[in-house]
């Protein structure tokens, strides 16, 4: 049984550049969620899914945020003309409907 | 509003200490969940428990226990006889209904 998969492990970049990071669920979970860490705080939701719908996204999902989960199966992230204040760890969660969410390793974006 | 409030940072005992990690959480909601994760330096939160509002009852798992109580709006976690490889951050949650809200964390340094 595998568990939640991110990738990349690591991504830099310079500013203004687009990024894109992949999470694949654990596979019978019908719900994903995108987090960002910073440093020293706790992670923030950002948007979640059930199958491909799209239910909520936070104020902190700026429209340079897009995030999709076109088959209901893995999920991308893009982050468009990235800036400094961009650079975190981005975590994806997995759930069976509202039950216990399990993460991943997460994918930490440097903005040079 | 929805806000969970880890006051300690840091905390460092030596092995084979009992530790406990305060969690102090506000909701306006009758119905919620609240959460323990591990994240250690590897980056993955660990799942640990999770406790809805109506079940008080205090949980021993290993060395691990959980005190919940309503009338404090606490969710504290006991480490019993720590070891070296308990060492990482540990975040306490909350749920009214579907995005964790998460506190600052507060890092565990267990000392040979």
């Known amino acids: 049984d595998t568990g939640v998969s991110q990738d990349p492990r690591h991504k830099i970049t310079k500013r203004g550049q687009n990024v894109t990071f992949r999470c694949d669920p654990i596979s019978e979970h019908n719900r994903l969620y995108w987090y960002r860490q910073t440093l020293g705080q706790g992670p923030e939701f950002l948007t979640y899914f059930q199958n491909e719908a799209q239910l909520e996204k936070s104020r902190l999902l700026s429209d340079r945020f897009s995030a999709e989960r076109p088959k209901g199966s893995f999920s991308t992230l893009e982050i468009q003309r990235t800036e400094q204040g961009d650079s975190a760890m981005y975590l994806c969660a997995s759930s069976l409907n509202a039950h216990i969410q399990y993460f991943g390793a997460g994918t930490r974006l440097s903005v040079l | 509003a929805q806000k969970v409030t880890q006051a300690q940072t840091e905390i460092s005992v030596v092995e084979k200490e009992d530790v406990t990690l305060d969690c102090v959480y506000e909701?306006?909601?009758?119905?919620?969940?609240l959460f323990w994760y591990k994240q250690p330096p590897s980056g993955e939160l660990v799942f640990l428990i999770r406790?809805?509002?109506?079940?008080?009852q205090n949980e021993i798992s290993g060395r691990y226990s959980w005190n919940f109580q309503k009338s404090t709006s606490s969710f504290n976690f006991t480490i019993t006889a720590s070891q070296v490889v308990d060492s990482a951050v540990y975040f306490c949650a909350l749920s009214e209904m579907e995005p964790l809200v998460f506190g600052k964390g507060t890092r565990l340094s267990v000392i040979a």
């Open positions: 406790r809805n509002s109506f079940d008080e």
């Open positions: 909701t306006r909601d009758t119905t919620y969940y």
